[in-house]
């Protein structure tokens, strides 16, 4: 009788979940049908931008979020058509490129190369990128090689240490080509520095955090809970008048972010100040040469007049020469490179994308770039 008993109570309370489940699925339906909305708000910005927060927060664009690197590429997204011709994807592991072992291949020297969006390659297709070229070149050459591609748009410097310290070493690369400081470095921190965010992110996130997430994103439901808790909460008018004011100084400051005297005129930070920038090109060289492996810092070129408009450029790129010569570290100087190389040729307007980009360099670029990573390689590598 009590077994019974017992088996009556589990399906009354088995209807009655079927039942609450199916009131509010039929709620869902009706806030829809009525066009409900209450999305949460894309401020203030907690990972990257306002614009690219949302899109990390949906997990369906280029990007995922990730613990201290605070975004990377988001395994098997696709690339955008314009810049590919035919569909290609970031692969299953979240770098650019053909899909490799960890484990290094007897008899074959592994590069990675680390960088912003001009590493990753910005605008052209996988095969077009520096990385891929330099490839294709070192094997023509006779030097047996690959080359992973973990360039990130957007990345600055210490972004890339992140990186290295939770992807990059578990490649173990004999060489890594490091291309920080084009300009992500010094632009305007849109709510904290980099160390500071680094320092605050919590760790991957899990399943249930990431369900929460999506479900606040696309569920009505939850918009609706959303809208009646904020209701209930005041606003403290102090508070929002401070963000507000950070907003509006933010958004004044920067136009002016390239001045050399910009954190004293403007009172705002950049995401990593020159002094931060040159102590961590000191922790990447020891991090990888603890590993086992050598540096090779590169200088990314830029068209010239960029520095006339942001003349701190000049000092973030300063610094990576002084650096390396006072470490004896090798240097590709794609900056006076490519300079020099537009005087001889009598200017060649094709090393850069033509509608007004100043830094993500066209095929033909990249080509040079990797043509001279080429012979510094085989030069570092000597006869074999």
Known sequence: MAQLSMKKGLFVSLFSLVGCLGLLALLEVGLRVFGFEYPPSDDPIAIWNADEDRGLRLGRGLHRVAARQLWEPRPDALLPLAWTGDPEHVNSAGYRGPLRREEKTPGVLRIATMGDSSTFGFGVPYADTYSAQLEASLNAAGLRAEVLDFGV???????????????????????????????????????????????????????????????????????????????????????????????????????????????????????????????????????????????????????????????????????????????????????????????????????????????????????????????????MRGPH
């Open 153 to 379: 748009i957007g990345y600055t410097l210490l972004q890339g240490i992140e990186r290295y310290k939770a992807r990059v070493r578990d490649y173990h690369p004999d060489v890594v080509i490091e291309a920080f400081g084009a300009v992500n470095d010094h632009h305007v921190a849109q709510g904290l520095q980099d160390t500071p965010k680094i320092a605050q992110s919590s760790s991957d996130e899990g399943a249930l955090a990431v369900l929460g997430r999506r479900a606040r994103e696309n569920l009505r439901l939850f918009h609706l809970l959303a809208r009646g808790l904020d209701s209930m909460h005041r606003e403290d008018p102090a508070q929002r008048e401070e963000q507000d004011r950070r907003a509006v100084l933010i958004n004044a400051s920067l136009s002016h972010v390239g001045e050399l005297d910009f954190e004293e005129n403007w009172h705002a930070e950049r995401r990593v100040p020159p002094q931060e920038f040159e102590a961590a090109l000191g922790e990447l060289k020891k991090l990888v040469e603890a590993d086992g492996a050598s540096l090779l810092v590169v200088s990314m070129p830029r068209r010239p007049g960029v520095d006339m408009v942001a003349p701190v450029l000049r000092s973030y790129s300063a610094i990576v020469v002084d650096f390396c010569k006072a470490t004896g570290n090798p240097l590709y100087d794609g900056r006076s490179d490519f300079r020099d190389y537009r005087a001889i040729e009598h200017g060649d307007p094709y090393l850069f994308f033509i509608d007004g980009d100043d830094y993500h360099p066209s095929k033909r670029g990249h080509a040079r770039i990797a043509r001279r990573l080429c012979e510094m390689l085989i030069e």
